[in-house]
């Protein structure tokens, strides 16, 4: 599970995050939904130490990843927005490559391997060096080595930007498997779709806020409105949210 209280991050005079207080828990989809800018991605790197908060508090599973940060990368999957596969390796080299970093046993590794390529439909490409990928590809190669480790919490930023619709109904089907697991997924996203398709508790953010939160008929019913993208628009306060 993740809590986190009144985050705060701010680069120079533009304060990218601005109090942000929320909770994921295990077994449950939570989608983290704003228009470009909105401080999503910001809130996502400081979950995974990427970025250190200004202020507020983060525990993963009852820990500050700031001050455990090996314990809690251990626990954690990650999938950023930038899929940063080595390029000079096979897939099967990029995922055994994080298995490893994670200490896994060789025959564990292997046997994982095997599991995530067939689950994920890489038989095709597990042995060609990704450079070249295509986004769909890319996208399954970051998740199966963000998940070889299997961690208990999944973070995953805007992992269906770019996939062809069978890729996309692909990768929702193994998020949803993971939360029957009783994993806790997180996953920031502007797309309505994803939204409905998967997520449990929806937390919308707007200029580093939260401007509402709750699933899905809650937040039709806060709105007033019929679909969940009137109700976003509606929300997070203006149409022109939709562009930035």
């Known amino acids: 599970m993740i809590a986190v209280e009144n985050l705060k991050k701010s680069f120079g005079e533009v304060e990218a995050v601005r109090g942000i207080s929320f909770k994921a828990e295990d077994g449950r989809i939570t989608g983290l939904l704003g228009p470009n800018g909105a401080g999503k991605t910001t809130t996502l790197r400081m979950l995974y130490t990427l970025l250190e908060p200004d202020s507020g508090s983060i525990l993963i599973d009852g820990m500050d990843p700031h001050k455990h940060t090996i314990e809690v990368k251990h626990k954690l999957g990650v999938v950023p927005d930038s899929r940063g596969l080595y390029t000079r390796l096979t897939a099967r080299e990029n995922i055994r490559y994080f298995g490893q970093l994670h200490g896994m046993s060789a025959a564990d590794l292997e046997s994982r391997i095997e599991e995530l390529t067939g689950i994920l439909g890489m038989q095709e490409f597990i042995d060609r060096r990704t450079d070249g990928f295509s986004q769909g590809q890319r996208v399954k190669v970051a998740i199966a080595r963000a998940v070889v480790h299997s961690p208990q919490t999944i973070l995953l930023d805007e992992p269906t930007n770019g996939l062809d619709v069978m890729t996309t109904r ?17 996953l920031s996203t502007h797309i309505m779709q994803e939204v409905a398709a998967l997520c449990d508790h929806i937390i919308i953010i707007a200029d580093g806020q939260i401007a509402a939160s709750g699933n899905a008929d809650e937040l039709l019913q806060q709105s007033g409105c019929s679909t969940l993208e009137d109700a976003f628009v509606k929300l997070i306060g203006t149409e022109e949210g939709l562009l930035s």
Do not use: F, N, P, T
């Open 170 to 186: 692909a990768l929702r089907h193994y998020l949803l498997d993971l939360k029957k697991a009783g994993h806790c997924v997180v």
